[in-house]
């Protein structure tokens, strides 16, 4: 199962570069911006939807992310004390209940997209489909990553509840 953790590896590398490339575009463009707007009274136009729309990606791919290395929104103060085992049936539970929630997530935006995508941005005039599209690639990738989490619980000796080895 080495190929497995190295493609998963692979995947959240190429995922937190994307994230944090366009954290640091999102800090430049801001910067840019007021002091374009402070100091010269002018401004980048649609500096601001294309902000709203990186940070739209940066959320979504950052919760892959975050799933994937099982640092997501988690309460361990009972199931911590609970056998080893039983952790492991908790977590492959929730892992499985993230693949259903993110799996109908999914359908359900590609559905939202192909009614709402067609329609412009204000200011870019780009068709939002490029936007809405955060949120099945999102999906997706949590999907995989809770996937991966529970074969983890369940195949890996050196799992435990937390994801810290």
Known sequence: MKWKS???ALVA???SVTVGTLFAGMAVLTILQVILRYFFNSSIPGA???LRFAFI??????????????????????TKRLPQPIQRGISVFCNWLLVGLHIYLLILSLRWISVSGGNLA???KL???FIQ??????????????LNNSIDALFDPDWCE???K
């Open 6 to 8: 190295r493609a998963i």
């Open 57 to 78: 990606y940066t959320t979504f791919l950052g919760a892959a992310i975050l799933i994937g290395q099982r640092e997501h929104i988690a309460i361990h103060l009972v």
């Open 133 to 146: 599209i955060a949120l099945p690639i999102g999906a997706g990738f949590s999907s995989l990553f809770a």
């Open 48 to 50: 601001s939807e294309a």
């Open 162 to 164: 937390e994801g810290h």
């Open 122 to 124: 204000e200011e870019l």
């Open 127 to 129: 068709p939002l489909r």
């Open 13 to 15: 590398r190429i995922l």
